[in-house]
């Protein structure tokens, strides 16, 4: 069978795993059992994948990630250098929680910055913007700016990642590709 993706030589890739054309794994990262890696991913240095974790094409990890069990990553997701996931709420080490981890959902083009923190069950929307060291404890809406510990909202981004300023109108306009967007009773859409 022929290999179409990269692995490095100090990779581990566990039976099971499904593994995209063109997706390329780097120095001492470890893929687990059963997970869904799609095409043109790119996993830096010292990544792990837990089992059944699913990721979409083009997504992004930089070094010092792990992805646990019930994250899901969409298309074209970027997670900054240890950044991290948990999959249970409340972890005790005399305490079996397997088989009941919380999911997380990030959605299509969401950015995670370096050292932030999701903690499970709270999804991320589409194009959200995570800045460095944000611990995440509620849900993220699409196109969101949000920052700091907890969490909060201070801005609205662009598909192209730039912070958005909306006019009397509610429209914004992405100053590098030209994107208009509508805000409408806190929540943003592109409309062209």
Known sequence: MVRDFFAHETAIIDEGCSIGKGTKIWHFSHIMPNCQLGENCNLGQNVVISPEVILGNNVKIQNNVSIYTGVICEDDVFLGPSMVFTNVTNPRSAVNRRGSYEKTLVKRGASIGANA??????????????????????????????????ARQIGWMSEYGHRLTFDDTGKAICPESGEVYQLTDHHVSKIQ
């Open 117 to 150: 923190t999701i903690v499970c069950g709270n999804d991320i929307g589409e194009f959200a913007f995570i800045g460095a060291g944000t611990v995440v404890t509620k849900t993220v809406k699409p196109y969101a700016l949000v920052v700091g510990n907890p």
